[in-house]
């Protein structure tokens, strides 16, 4: 009966955890999806920032100002305003292409996000106050995913 | 491959565990030739063997599952980084390994204590445990259980590790480096008197 092998041995200490300890079920998607985001992240093509408008204050202390980024064919204007601490950013893609559009504030993925409508316009309302970058995906999976460089709101 | 300090017993991986190692390389070559389904593959294959190598340092399930992804997310950034493909199972364990004995130092035990404390609970009482335990699995899980802190963490990563590199788990377990192989055997032949007492095989 003491025949046990190491390989026995060590195959019953496996089992024995994976019994014991398992493997949380939500882990391996959790983790594909973090892996995924960020390899696309560090693959994505950056659009160029072609004009910058200078910054306008308003009355009540809000402000905004204008971002036009370009890529290949594609127009991003935007225009990002902050009114008593709420932030607010409005998108308008030329030629208007269904897209979903995400905030990637530094490095984590977050939950703000906007479909482009069919005029071509989004918006995104309270992001965090601070640098972040909006990642633009093509529905038409044949064109890969681009981004804006980081800005700041 | 680093050579054998021991020569104890020869070092053949146990040949369940070479499958995960040898996906673990195919998934990864499909990535990096451009296939994003490769990477799914890759975590899907090495985050259950990740969880079981981190889980071994006593760190409580969100404290593992922060290193797990941590390890993922330096995978990606430093993928030119792995030249040889063969080697990506056990980079990724060795780079979990790391930074969990990092996280465990750094940490208050308290929280890990109750898991420890919970997964101990069903072992004990004494005497009607051995009529409870009518089930193999509990005779198995009491064996390995009671094992002492050190062969229970040194026999789990071994276990779920394909090659542990033997330097940094001495320093790991606070042991030097050459008497890893031989605390290795010890603790197998403590498992397996455990296991024969308590009836398991």
Same mark, same amino acid.
């Given at each position: 009966m003491s025949e046990l092998s190491r390989d026995a041995l060590l195959e019953i200490v496996r089992d024995v955890w994976e019994r014991?300890?398992?493997?949380?079920?939500?882990l391996v998607a959790a983790m594909q999806a973090a892996a995924a985001l960020a390899d696309s992240d560090l693959d994505l093509e950056l659009m160029e920032l072609v004009e910058r408008s200078t910054e306008l204050v308003g009355a009540r202390g809000s402000t905004s100002y204008t971002l036009r980024f370009v890529h290949g064919d594609t127009d991003l204007l935007l225009r990002i305003a902050v009114d008593n601490g709420r932030s607010r950013v409005d998108g308008w893609i030329v030629p208007p292409e269904p897209m979903t559009i995400r905030a990637l504030p530094g490095e984590r993925p977050d939950t703000h996000e906007a479909v482009v409508s069919e005029s071509g316009r989004f918006a995104l309302t309270d992001l965090p106050i601070g640098v972040l970058r909006l990642r633009l995906e093509p529905h038409d999976t044949a064109r890969p995913a681009f981004a804006t460089p980081a800005f700041e709101i | 491959m680093p050579s054998r *300090?021991? =020569? #104890?017993? +020869?070092?053949? +991986?146990p040949a369940r565990t070479n499958e995960p190692w040898a996906q673990a390389t195919a998934a990864f070559n499909r990535w990096v030739a451009g296939d994003p389904a490769g990477l799914d593959d890759l975590v899907a294959v090495m985050t259950p063997v990740l969880w079981h190598v981190v889980r071994a340092y006593r760190l409580s399930e969100t404290a593992a599952e922060d290193v797990i992804q941590n390890t993922w997310l330096a995978l990606v950034r430093?993928?030119?980084?792995?030249?040889? +493909? #063969?080697a990506v199972g056990g980079w990724l364990t060795t780079t979990a390994r790391r930074e969990a004995w990092r996280t465990s130092g750094s940490t208050a035990a308290t929280p890990v204590e109750d898991d420890d404390l919970a997964l101990a609970?069903?072992? *004990? =009482? /004494?005497?009607?445990d051995a009529v409870v335990q009518h089930d193999e699995g509990d005779r198995l899980w009491a064996a390995v259980d009671g094992l002492p802190e050190r062969c229970r963490r040194l026999l789990r990563v071994v276990a779920f590790e394909?090659? +542990?590199d033997y330097r940094e788990l001495a320093t790991e377990l606070g042991?030097?480096? =050459? /008497?890893i192989g031989p605390t290795r055997g010890r603790c197998l032949a403590k498992l397996r008197v455990a296991l024969i007492e308590a009836g398991g095989i």
């Open positions: 014991h300890d398992p493997v949380p079920e939500h | *300090q021991t =020569g #104890v017993e +020869p070092d053949e +991986p430093r993928r030119s980084a792995i030249l040889d +493909p #063969v609970l069903p072992r *004990q =009482g /004494s005497a009607e394909n090659r +542990p042991m030097p480096v =050459g /008497s």
